[in-house]
């Protein structure tokens, strides 16, 4: 019997240097130690032996049978090793990649980075300021002292430190005047914040792109030819646009300039009030108290300012009917740009 054995486990061994696909492997796997597998008929035999013979015959089975099952887990491995590799091999490094999904812009950004290429081949420098500002520089620099009604045309958020989240980007006027001095050509978008009832034109979040130049003998001439090119940029073409005087304590003389409305051509919708236009533009020449408090000489130096409503401009380039979608974070609408 042991012979048997002995014979039995080299036939096999020497038969398993010969595998070379796992289908044989399989084969030699029955062939052996299958229900029926020659081994297996071996060790139903064992019962036959002499009691003194099989605690020893039946260890040598049991260790044959072992080193047997091993070498086929190993030839196994092995196998599953080399079909890896083959595989490997037979990647085509050349092919082109798989595509990978890349997140986009918002819409915001997207024009935010084009006006300031407009404005970069311009001049004027990019500056940014930050979210939660001073009083003195969101009101009292800006001419707008704290008995002064004007204050109540920004429904402010006040922060119990006294500061406020920055109501518009022209808090950063006199920052970048006492920053830079003159003569200075600036803009600074930025995010402004305001306690608004939210609706298809206004939302307590919204984003500015303010313009700061400040020289000597800067005209009205030199503000509209600005905002002129910086509509061009835009959108490019020629908009409708109209002037009217307008009030803000920190330039003399201050305008509107207003844009037809693209989204409905003119004829009147819910983003532009029926009105057919949309306030796009206040500006004007700054206030003689703000160079002053930018600790520029107003007497010799002047310039102008003004406040596009980059996400109101968002709006009319991209044809977006309520301003809430913008912050919603909707991927259906993020997934358009
Ligand atoms: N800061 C003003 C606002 O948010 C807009 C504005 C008006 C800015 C006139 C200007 C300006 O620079 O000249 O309502």
Request: aromatic letters at 8%.
């Amino acid at each position: 019997m042991d012979k048997i054995l002995e014979k039995l486990k080299k036939q096999a061994l020497d038969e398993f240097t010969k595998i070379k696909n796992s289908q044989e492997l399989e084969d030699l796997r029955i062939k052996y130690l299958g229900r029926n597998g020659e081994l297996t008929k071996l060790l139903k035999e064992l019962k036959d032996l002499a009691e003194e013979e099989k605690p020893r015959v039946g260890k040598l089975a049991n260790e044959v049978k072992l080193a047997l099952a091993e070498k086929l887990d190993d030839l196994s491995l092995h196998l599953q090793g080399k079909a890896k590799n083959s595989i490997a091999q037979a990647t085509d490094l050349t092919l082109p990649g798989q595509p990978v999904k890349t997140g986009s812009l918002h819409p915001n950004t997207i024009i935010q980075y084009e006006l300031e290429d407009v404005f970069k081949a311009l001049g004027f420098r990019v500056l940014e300021g930050p979210d939660i500002e001073s009083e003195y520089y969101n009101f009292e620099a800006l001419n707008i002292p704290d008995d002064h009604p004007a204050r109540d045309m920004q429904d402010t958020f006040w922060l119990t430190s006294g500061e406020v989240l920055k109501t518009h980007t022209s808090a950063m006027q006199v920052r970048a005047m006492e920053k830079y001095g003159a003569p200075l050509r600036a803009i600074f978008p930025g995010r402004c914040f305001r306690y608004e009832a939210t609706d298809a034109s206004h939302d307590s979040t919204f984003y500015q792109l303010e313009g700061l130049m400040i020289d000597q003998n800067i005209s009205i001439a030199n503000l509209i030819a600005v905002m002129k090119e910086l509509l061009k940029g835009v959108f490019g073409k020629e908009v409708k646009v109209r002037q009217r005087p307008g009030y803000f304590p920190f330039v003399e003389p201050g305008f509107e300039l207003d844009i037809n409305c693209l989204i409905c051509g003119g004829k009147g919708c819910s983003v532009c009030k029926q009105t057919g236009w949309l306030e796009l533009l206040p500006c004007g020449l700054v206030h003689p108290n703000v160079i002053k408090a930018g600790g520029l000489d107003p007497e010799k130096y002047n310039g102008f300012a003004f406040g596009l409503g980059l996400t109101r401009l968002v709006m009319m380039k991209y044809g977006i009917d309520d301003i809430r979608l913008l912050q919603s974070g909707d991927l259906r609408f993020l997934k358009q740009f």
